[in-house]
């Protein structure tokens, strides 16, 4: 059975860099899927933020792109998301997500962490 | 980016009930639809992709159906286990964008 679960830091201050971890159990970060992070805002709901393959390769969505890198780790069985100069506005819910991408139904996360809460406040 | 919009933000039903909830797109976006349903402090389950292929594991009450901008999301015979919030999600394009959710409560 595929497990995530996210972690890191449950309070952030204004300006600095946001650091999550997921780890992976019962698979290897190393296969054929992509690994995503999405968060959950009360204001504008579900927000994909990006995801990474095996190889390194990444996509963001455009809105965070100059904030945001994603990174696997492969000894560790784990990927990260790095989010800079952090404002009350990342204030989120943070999921990591496994997705399978196939040519007729794009993206499909299949398998999702519990969620991690970060504030981010002085 | 591509809008995802459900309707209604929330709904009363009773266990047993039918209920519909609709997902528009505002572009095309063919078939490449999800379906999630989403309980606060746990993880979000896939329940439905390509607009209406059931995920393993999902009960046959749950069909979804929809193309190109429509879609929508029916749930048959109401279980207790089913209030929770439902999302639309399109995967057509990045950014992958998300209806704002369906609340789906007693």
């Known amino acids: 059975q595929v497990e995530l679960q996210e972690s890191g830091p449950g309070l952030v201050k204004p300006g600095e860099t946001l650091s999550l971890t997921c780890t992976v159990s019962g698979a290897s970060v190393s296969s054929s899927y992509w690994w995503s992070w999405v968060r959950q805002t009360p204001g504008k709901g579900l927000e994909w933020i990006g995801e990474?393959?095996?190889?390194?390769?990444?996509s963001y969505n455009p809105s965070l792109n100059s904030r945001v890198s994603i990174s696997i780790d492969k000894s560790k069985n784990q990927f990260s998301l790095s989010l800079d100069s952090v404002t009350a506005a990342d204030t989120a819910v943070y999921f990591c997500?496994?997705?399978?991408?196939?040519?007729?139904?794009?993206?499909?996360?299949?398998?999702w962490g519990p969620g991690t809460k970060v504030i981010v406040s002085s | 980016d591509i809008q995802m919009t459900q309707s209604p933000t929330f709904l009363s039903a009773s266990v047993g009930d039918r209920i519909v909830i609709s997902c528009r797109a505002s572009h095309n976006i063919s078939r490449y639809l999800n379906w999630f349903q989403h309980s606060p402090g746990t993880a979000p389950k896939l329940l439905m992709f390509?607009?209406?292929t059931l995920h393993g594991g999902i009960p046959k009450r749950f069909s979804g159906s929809g193309s190109g901008t429509d879609f929508s999301l029916t749930i048959n015979d109401l279980h207790r286990e089913d209030f929770a919030t439902y999302f639309c999600q399109q995967t057509v394009r990045i950014p992958r964008t998300f209806g704002q959710g369906t609340t789906l409560e007693i």
């Open positions: 997500a496994r997705d399978v991408i196939t040519a007729t139904s794009g993206g499909i996360s299949d398998v």
């Open positions: 990474v393959f095996h190889s390194g390769g990444a």
């Open positions: 390509g607009a209406s």
